[in-house]
C-alpha cells in the first residue's frame, strides 16, 4: 500500500509541476482528480501522509499568530538607481573594487512580498517572511496551499531559496470580477495579504504563487555564479520566470534593462524595475556588504507614473525632532494601482520652491511607486491660495524656529514629537517591541499620561484596563514584548534612543566603545575619530549626554532593567588587532571560511584596502587590491603563510 502511495505521489506531483510550473499540461484534470482521490482514500486507510504528498497543500484551520522565524542567511534588501547616472556609479564602484572584470545579470524586479522557504534532507520544512531580513514571519501554513514549490528535491543539504509571492494581474481581475464587496485595490497589496492571512483557506482563495529567484543559503557552499543558482532552481522544480540575461558589459546590460521597460506593460506580473547583480559568487564575496546592502545588486528602478490632480488643503505634521513637514490633501487620482488623497513634500522651502498652493493644480508622482509626491504646480486659479508658513506649532502651539529650509517645533514635549519618539524607540531595528504601535503609543500617550521610554517599562495589565480593543491575551503579548527588550545589544539601545545623525552604523561604531557610559565620556575630537561621525553628529551626541533630563531618563531605563549589551568579538588569537582584506582566489578554502576563520581568531575582515588595513592575504590572480596595498606599503601575506598562522 505505502509503495502505492509513494507511486502516485510521484506522479501528481510530476502532473502538477508540469500544470502550474511549466504551464504544459499532459492530463485531463479528470485524470488527475482521479488519482488524487485514490490517494486521498489511501491515506485516510492507513492514517500515513508522505512528507511531499499533495494532498498536503489543502488549506488547514486557521492559525491563532505568526510565529517569528530566525533566517540562517540574512536576508538584505537592495540599494536602488532611478537615474543612468546612478547605475553607471555602480558598474564604476564594482569594476574598481573587483580583482576580475564581473559579469553581470539581470531579470525583473516583481512587486509583492519576500519569502524565504527552508528545506532539511531533501524535504520542505518552513516558509517565512522576509520580515527584518534577520526574522520573519513563519507562514508555512498559509505556503502551503502554493503550488509554485515542490515538497521535496533531490538537495539533501540544508537549503534556504528566495523568491517573492506574487498575484497575477488576471488573477487579480478573475477574483475581484466574483467578490465586488471585497475588490482588492493592486496586486502587491493583495499578494502580502494573502500570505499573511491567518486562514489558509483565504490564502488559497486568491491564488497567489511564489517566482523563485536566489539561493539564500546552502549548507554546501553558494553556488558560484547567480547563473548557477537559477539553474540549480529550475532543476530542482521551483518556479523562475523566463527572462534571465547575462551580460559582460554595461551596454549589454542597459539593454537588457530597456528590453524590460518595453516589456514590463505587456507581462502578467506587477513589476517596477530590473534587478542587477554580479554573477560570480567569488566577486561577490569580495564586495560584502554595507549595513542595508549587498554591495554586488542593484535594483533599477522606472520611472514612477505620474498624474495631475487638486490641492485642496495643506496640514503640518511633527515628527520626533520636532520638524514640520507639509502634507497636501489632494483630490482622490489613481496612480500605481493606488487610490492616493494625500501626498507629501520635504518641508517648507520645498513647498515655495515648487509653487505649490491651495486649490492648485498639481503634478504628483508615486516615488519609486510607494510614496506619493508632489512633483510641483501644473496651473493656478483665481482661487489659488498661498500656504501660509505657520508661526507656530500647529498642535501645541509653541514658537517654531527656521533652521534653513526647514521649520521646527520648539517644544520638546510637543505631543506628535513625543509619539514619534516613542514609535522610533519601539520599532524592529531599535527595541524591537512588538505590538506597540504608533496608534497603541498615541492612546498610551493620552490615556496613561506615557511620556518617557521609561514609562513603557512601568506599563502593568492594569494599565490597559479599560482601553477599547485590549484583551487579556493581547495585554500579555505586549507586556512580554517589553520585557523582552531589556535585553538588547547596546548599539541598537543607541540607535533607538534616537541622537540626532545617529542611525545604525553611526550607533555600531558608538557600540565599540562598550557601554552607555562610555559613550557618555567621549569628546567631540574622540568622537570624529569614529569612521561615520561628522561634526554634527558628534555635537549631538555630546549635547545629547550633557542634558540632565537625558541623563535622568537613561537612570530610569537601567533602574527598570533595560541592560544593553555588547556582542564582543574574539580579541585573542593569530589576526588579533588585525584589519584584514583578502584577495583573489584561495585554493584551500572559500572566502566565507576564511573569513569566520580569521574573524574566529581575533580579525576583522574588510573588503577593500584602506588606511586601516593592517594585512592582506593574497591568493591566486590577486589583482587591483594587492597593487593598493604595496603602494600603501602594507603586509602582504601568502595563501601559504595564512594557513601556517591558522595553525
Known sequence: MNERMKELVGILNRWAYEYYVLDAPTVSDREYDKLYDELRELERETGVVLPDSPTRRVGGEPVKGFERHKHIARLYSLDKAVTEDELAAFFTRVEKAADIKPTYTVEYKFDGLTMCLTYENGVFVRAATRGNGVEGEDVTAQALTLHSFPLRISYEGTLEVRGEAIIRLSVLEKYNREHPDAELKNARNAAAGAIRNLDPKQTALRHPEIVFYDVNYRSDGMPASQEEAVAFLKREGFLTYPFFKVCKSYDEVQAAIDEIEVERKRIDVLTDGAVVKVNEQRVRDELGYTDKFPRWAIAYKFEAEEAETTVLNVLWQVGRTGKLTPLAEVEPVDLAGATVRRATLNNYGDLMRKDVKVHSRVLIRRSNEVIPEILGAVSHTEGSVPVEKPAVCPYCGSPVREVGANLFCSNESCPPRVVQKLSHFCSKNAMDVEGLSEQTLQLLFEKRNVRNFSDLYALTKESFEGLEGFREKKIGNLLSAIEKSKHIPLDRFLYALGIDGIGRVAARDLAAYGSVEEVAARTKEELLQLENVGEVTANAIVSYFQNEENRAELARLKAAGVTPYVERRVTEGAFA?????????????????????????????????????????????AGSKLDKAKKLNIPVISEEEFLKRLG
Open 577 to 621: 588587532g588585525e584589519s584584514v582584506v583578502l584577495t583573489g582566489t584561495l585554493s584551500s578554502m572559500g572566502r566565507s571560511e576564511a573569513q569566520k576563520r580569521i574573524e574566529a581568531l581575533g580579525g576583522t575582515c574588510q573588503s577593500s584596502v584602506t588606511s586601516k588595513t593592517t594585512l592582506v592575504i593574497a591568493g591566486e590572480k
